[in-house]
């Protein structure tokens, strides 16, 4: 039997929990349909469940654990009237209002819940270069964020692995706190623009290693250094780095919403002006899903907000008008 909601939050990271506070608190009484624990992509709490310490999050003097800065969040929306449900969302209608919410099987004939509005806050994952021990030290010596984490590296020579602009953006930053920045790239020349490869090639501080291939990673609890092979000889050596910084790019999780809702070539969804609305009214997009610019915690939370106010004055006119 469909369970009839008023606000459906896809998502639990830091765009989805602030919509479900603010929502919360508009005596809105929303659902979180937060992720599985079993994937990486849409576990709940997001991103911030895989990070260490959190410093630039106001607030928090002496910075805060991601996981602890998450569960804060999550019972902060709790205590006004959230609820939960730790199931992976697998179908979605939004062909017509309420919309239709498949967990489990997406083919069963009924959806599992009905939503007057929708808030989509699934976030983005950083792809990463399958190495066995990427993922067990990332947040240890192993991130995707320079923003996030460069204030440890000072003093250390680490890596960057990439050749676009937003690697070179993130080795460029990091000059600020390292000693050395190699940058690691699979081919003989960057993908980046030319401004920025030249203001690459202009720092002291950056050195890069062409046609190579991170292969390990190693360390026990944290990054000690990394083995590459260089894809023209075949050869493998080693680079006594403290961290790995992995900037190939981003993959927003929107391919629950693919032929429904508005997305950019890259997949992130289209919102309308300053705003949280999609192309599908009632729908409200928040977070890393929409937003390949910025990508922080911060900026995630504030969208959320964002998204929780459409949707509240979105249902109020709807009525309004005896929708």
């Known amino acids: 039997m469909t369970e009839d909601r008023q606000v459906v939050i896809i998502g639990s990271g830091p765009a989805g929990l602030t919509a479900a506070i603010y929502a919360a608190r508009a005596q809105l009484n929303p659902l979180v349909i937060e992720g599985e624990p079993s994937s990486t992509s849409d576990q709940p709490g997001g991103q911030l469940m895989l990070t260490t310490e959190v410093e630039n999050f106001p607030g928090f003097v002496q910075g805060i654990m ?3 800065l998450m569960g804060a969040l999550r019972e902060q929306a709790a205590r006004f009237g959230t609820d939960y449900v730790t199931a992976k969302v697998s179908r979605v209608d939004l062909s017509a209002r309420p919309f239709g919410l498949w967990v489990g099987d997406p083919d069963a004939a009924e959806p599992t819940y009905a939503a007057r509005a929708l808030i989509v806050a699934t976030g983005a994952k950083s792809l990463m270069l399958g190495l066995p021990n990427e993922e067990r030290l990332l947040g240890y010596g192993v991130s995707t964020c320079a923003t996030c984490d460069g204030f440890f590296f000072r003093g250390h020579e680490i890596a960057v692995v990439g050749g676009g602009d937003s690697a070179i953006e993130e080795a460029l930053f990091l000059t600020r706190f390292a000693d050395k920045v190699f940058l690691i790239h699979r081919r003989g020349e960057l993908r980046a623009s030319k401004v920025m490869q030249q203001r690459a090639h202009d720092n002291p501080k950056v050195e890069f290693v062409w046609h190579s ?18 894809l023209e000889t075949g050869d493998e050596f080693e680079l006594g780095v403290t961290g790995l910084f992995v900037a190939i790019g981003h993959q927003p999780n929107t391919d629950l919403f693919k032929g429904q ?3 950019e070539d890259s997949g992130y969804l289209r919102t309308v002006g300053s705003t ?8 409200f997009a928040s ?11 911060i900026t995630a939370a504030g969208s959320g907000c964002a998204a929780a106010i459409d949707a509240e004055r979105w249902l109020e006119d709807q009525a309004a008008s005896g929708h």
């Open 66 to 68: 991601g996981p602890e």
């Open 213 to 230: 291939q991170v292969i390990d990673v190693h360390g026990d609890t944290k990054v000690s250094g990394i083995r590459l092979r260089n």
């Open 261 to 263: 809702l508005d997305m």
């Open 276 to 283: 949280t609305y999609t192309n599908v009214e009632g729908v």
């Open 287 to 297: 977070g890393d899903v929409q937003d390949h610019r910025y990508r922080q915690a």
